[in-house]
């Protein structure tokens, strides 16, 4: 995995998250403010997913499973890494 891109994709998916799960809650109270959280936490979240990828050196399409609650996150988090080959005895 390339380090550098692995790090972006931390700096941004992060906030991301935050901001999608706090703006759930601000969106009860604060209903525009919530919404506006939870789309900035969304843009975040795509494009740390989009680094990610390229630090595994994976096509951007992949970013689509992130509108698979959980799971999509999941699968993306155990795809192989191709940015290094693979040794002779890894499958």
Known sequence: MIATLNKKSLQLGVPGLVLQYGGLFLAVD?????????????????????????????????????????????????LVDKSKPLSPGRA
């Open 30 to 78: 604060f209903f525009p403010v919530g919404v506006l959280a939870i789309l900035i936490g969304t843009i975040l979240l795509l494009f740390g997913l989009g680094y990610y990828l390229k630090a595994k050196n994976r096509n951007l399409a992949w970013v689509v499973l992130i509108f698979i609650p959980i799971l999509g996150i999941l699968f993306l988090a155990l």
